[in-house]
């Protein structure tokens, strides 16, 4: 029924803390968690269309998930080859009649 709202490709991968002699760092597991069609919507930012591209190296996103799918803090999401980090904390989301899961989501580019 909400096929057209969802139709980007993504993938939730967990974390796991891996510590070794200098600092201690995330790494994606080797298979998703969840996988499906989502939405992933990129933010304008209107502070680097002002001072030019060199402004941030940093973009942010919402996903838009199907109600039930579980995402933590911690996660990954792949989508279009690009891995994003889960930016503050997953909340049920109601528009309409459609149930869904929004959280935002932080790219760094380098």
């Not at 069609?37 to 002002?50: F, G, I, Q």
């Not at 994003?84 to 989501?105: M, N, P, Q, S, T």
Request: glycine fraction near 8%.
């Amino acid at each position: 029924m909400f096929d057209r709202y969802f139709v980007d490709p993504v993938a939730v991968y967990g974390t796991v803390l891996v510590r070794d002699v200098y600092e201690a760092h995330r790494e994606r597991e080797s298979s998703p968690r969840w996988s499906g069609l989502a939405c992933v919507s990129p933010w304008k930012n209107k502070t680097s269309d002002l001072k030019g591209d060199r402004d941030t190296a940093v973009q942010y996103a919402t996903g838009y998930f199907p109600s039930g799918v579980e995402i933590q803090t911690t996660d990954l999401v792949g989508h279009e080859g690009d891995m994003w980090e889960v930016y503050g904390l997953a909340e049920d989301w109601r528009f309409g009649a459609l149930k869904h899961v929004r959280v935002d989501l932080k790219k760094v580019v380098c």
